[in-house]
């Protein structure tokens, strides 16, 4: 994936400012002002706002997700995605989506499968993007 140099700059130091509370399944909650990983890129790019895709509902094939950022989303912000708003990068030798690595995967999979996804942290998801989302 490639996006903005500022606009990924201003993501990752959003990510580890610890202004953003993390929530999971979704990109905001309004109940608990959390937000996914994807969810504070919005945020941030919105100018404090938050879209949901509501095709996005059954991302994954699981209705637990509500919503993803909107293709629309994307082509603003200047970002070139590469499977829809999954956002695929490289984490300990496999390719996850932002989301897995925001949520996890153990509705999929035990802790014990070599496929599971433990959540990672924003200061490690802003790693991950750091590191292998390109900025243009």
Request: glycine fraction near 10%; hydrophobic fraction near 35%.
């Amino acid at each position: 994936m490639k996006m903005p140099q500022e606009l990924k700059m201003k993501w990752v130091e959003a990510l580890r400012s610890g202004k953003y509370k993390q929530a999971t399944g979704t990109l905001y909650d309004p109940q608990t002002k959390g937000f996914c990983c994807l969810g504070v890129l919005e945020h941030i790019a919105l100018a404090g706002d938050v879209e949901i895709d509501p095709v996005g509902k059954t991302s994954l094939g699981n209705p637990k997700y509500l919503g993803t950022p909107t293709k629309e989303f994307w082509d603003s912000v200047g970002a070139a995605n590469d499977v829809g708003s999954l956002c695929h990068v490289a984490h300990c030798g496999t390719i996850s989506t932002l989301m897995e690595l925001n949520d996890g995967n153990a509705d999929d999979y035990d802790e014990s499968d070599e496929d599971y996804i433990a959540p990672l942290s924003f200061t490690e998801i802003a790693d991950v993007i750091e590191r292998d989302i390109e900025g243009v």
